[in-house]
């Protein structure tokens, strides 16, 4: 396999409904196939959700033979459409697509793993419970299929700084921007001006719907249906706390657990008991997606940080 390279930005994969979703792709150069990962979220990944918070991690396994894509969400980014709100039902279907198109490019043998930290870990779960049958690993950090126990109402109580002064306005920030990606054929304008015409403000979920009404129970992923291999980490001082133990007992693939002491930021980098989080993610990936017989799928499932 060569060292070198390749990086393709802005590829639009259709959707079963024909909105084309915008990915950058890095792998190997020199026509190599192999297992791919995904990384879908809303953060734009010609900005922070790509260049500054996923690439490095991109770059790290496509280094050692894996082709590596980061997506924008429907109606977000550089990805046509209008966004349906926030952690909408049709994002794990939109997620099962992207799987099964990057399995069928040339450079992918069939093997897929998803991973994020936060929404798009959330996306993970949510696409794993559509059954993608090229879907074969994923590893979901700081992420919970209930987004109502784990962000709305913490233990019953309304998060209200976090969602209503914190994410929910960085957020609408975030989506009357731009597409980064600026074409010179002027796409990037009409894909702007579609997403102001028809995209909701985020904000206003969290007014509308201060109880567990349908619109939160529309998002609740099923993490009994999950049938790939499962890494849940999260962080005793992490919003979902409660919910990522919960999503573990629930899922009946082969699983493993990993709480440590950290807040909602990747293992590697925590304060306190820093773990080693991308080799871990990495072991997990290389045991589902490549056949490696590291033999992590025999060691203790369940890894905890007592605290004192």
């Known amino acids: ?66 082709a590596a894509v980061t997506a924008d969400l429907r109606g977000l980014g550089s990805s046509g459409g209008t966004s349906p709100g926030l952690f909408a039902p049709g ?20 093997n897929v793993g998803m991973w994020g930290v936060s929404y798009p870990g959330i996306t993970a779960l949510s696409t794993a419970a559509t059954r993608p049958p090229h879907l074969k690993a994923i590893v979901p950090i700081h992420a919970t299929s209930d987004l109502h126990r784990g962000v709305v109402s913490l233990g019953g109580t309304a998060s209200g700084f976090w969602m209503r002064a914190d994410w929910g306005p960085r957020m609408v920030a975030y989506n009357l921007m731009p597409p980064q990606w600026q074409d010179s054929d002027g796409r990037w304008a009409r894909t702007w001006a579609e997403h102001l015409e028809g995209n909701p403000p985020w904000l206003a979920a969290f007014v509308h719907h201060p109880g567990f009404d349908e619109f939160w129970r529309s998002r609740v992923a099923d993490m009994s249906r999950i049938e790939c291999p499962t890494f849940n980490i999260c962080g005793w001082r992490d919003l ?44 997990w990936f290389d045991r589902w997606l490549m056949g490696t017989q590291n033999g992590i799928e025999h060691e203790p499932p369940v890894n905890l940080y007592i605290q004192g």
């Open 1 to 66: 396999m060569s060292n070198k390279l390749l990086t393709e930005r802005n590829i639009l994969v259709p959707m079963r409904d024909g909105v084309a979703l915008a990915v950058d792709i890095i792998r190997p150069a020199g026509g190599h196939r192999g297992p791919a990962i995904l990384n879908f979220n809303p953060y734009h990944k010609d900005g922070r959700g790509g260049r500054t918070s996923v690439e490095s991690v991109h770059r790290h396994f496509a280094a050692r033979g894996y």
């Open 91 to 110: 994002e794990g279907q939109d997620g099962h697509d992207l799987v099964e198109w990057i399995a069928a490019q040339p450079w992918c043998d069939g």
């Open 240 to 283: 979902y706390t409660d919910c990522t133990p919960r999503d573990f007992a629930a899922i009946h693939a082969p699983k493993r657990l990993l709480m440590g002491p950290w807040k909602h930021e990747f293992p590697d980098t925590g304060k306190e008991a820093p773990a080693a989080g991308l080799a871990d993610m990495e072991r």
